[in-house]
């Protein structure tokens, strides 16, 4: 399971990113240069993981990640000025952030939840 959903958001996070330099309002995120440059090794790491690398390098990277993930999500809704400043964001609200701080929080659910799968 973990293997799959490595391969799964590995591509999926290479293809945003990618996107995101010509899109940066793709799907109403807020997507800047460092944004995609994060999403693009974070897709690269798990493609690789998914696809050349071990089960439980699998599970590792959906609890290490899937945790960073998750803490960057909640941050994004009570430090929304401070996740914006990391990412290069001019200040913004925290319900300017708030699409970018749900799919934060969701993928990070959905790693964790993973990693715990036999």
Do not use: Q
Request: overall charge positive; charged content about 5%; aromatic content about 6%.
């Amino acid at each position: 399971m973990c293997k799959t959903l490595c391969r799964i958001i590995g591509v999926a996070l290479i293809l945003v990113g990618l996107a995101g330099f010509a899109w940066p309002m793709l799907l109403g995120l807020h997507l800047t240069t460092i944004h995609d440059i994060v999403h693009l090794v974070t897709g690269l790491i798990a493609s690789y993981v998914g696809f050349a690398a071990s089960v439980a390098m699998a599970r590792m990277f959906c609890l290490v990640f899937g945790g960073a993930y998750l803490l960057l999500g909640i941050l994004g809704f009570v430090a929304p000025g401070l996740v914006a400043s990391i990412l290069g964001h001019p200040p913004v609200s925290a319900g300017e952030l708030a699409p970018d701080n749900v799919l934060h929080v969701l993928l990070g659910g959905v790693l964790l939840a993973a990693a715990k799968k036999p």
